[in-house]
Nanobody, 115 residues
Framework: QVQLVESGGGVVQAGGSLRLSCAAS????????MGWYRQAPGKQRELVAT???????NYADSVKGRFTISRDNAKNTVYLQMNSLKPEDTAVYYC?????????WGQGTQVTVSS
């Protein structure tokens, strides 16, 4: 059974930092593209960042230079380091694992940035 478990969310003031983690099980972690998505109230889920099995990264324009995605294949974990947080970063953040046969999602973790 595939499980993606996010952690690290919380409440932080604008300008602060948070580090999200997503621990995966039940999948061949090293071969999937891992990603973080977010969904704010009343908005569609949007891409934040992805990292391929080869380590290539991709970021939404809104987070470039502030967020960093990384993966540790030995720990089956993907991270999202978020710096210089803004109130508009407030959302539920979801971990995603993408394989040719389909996607898997975590349950989400709330990030709230206060002004």
């Amino acid at each position: 059974q595939v499980q993606l478990v996010e952690s690290g969310g919380g409440v932080v003031q604008a300008g602060g930092s948070l580090r999200l983690s997503c621990a995966a099980s039940g999948i061949i972690f090293r071969s999937g593209t891992m990603g973080w998505y977010r969904q704010a109230p009343g908005k569609q889920r949007e891409l934040v960042a992805t990292v391929t099995s080869g380590g290539q990264t991709n970021y939404a324009d809104s987070v470039k230079g502030r967020f960093t995605i990384s993966r540790d294949n030995a720990k089956n974990t993907v991270y999202l380091q978020m710096n210089s947080l803004k109130p508009e970063d407030t959302a539920v953040y979801y971990c995603n694992a993408r394989y040719p046969r389909g996607d898997y999602w975590g349950q989400g973790t709330q990030v709230t940035v206060s002004s």
